[in-house]
């Protein structure tokens, strides 16, 4: 029990940081003085829309239905 405890608040923990808003050097700096229609290709490593961010909370559920299995299978043995 104490594992499963621990592991939720890693997990709780790495989504409040990734809310960090401290700058990110992936992200150019824009002039206000350019044209406002840039293209989305322009900024590096930019997936456009991930399909993936859709399925984030049911794919926490099934994380922690694993989890919650794993610990009963080891309880059983």
Do not use: C, H, R, W
């Not at 592991?7 to 709780?12: E, N, Q, Y």
């Not at 399909?51 to 994380?63: M, N, Q, R, S, T």
């Amino acid at each position: 029990m104490k594992k499963i405890i621990i592991m939720f608040t890693m997990a709780l923990s790495g989504f409040a940081f990734a809310q960090d808003t401290s700058e990110n050097p992936f992200i150019y700096d824009t002039d206000p003085n350019e044209v406002e229609n840039v293209d989305e290709d322009v900024y590096p490593a930019n997936p456009g829309e991930a399909p993936i961010d859709d399925y984030i909370p049911a794919l926490f559920v099934v994380g922690v239905a694993f989890a919650i299995a794993y610990a009963n299978k080891k309880k059983a043995i």
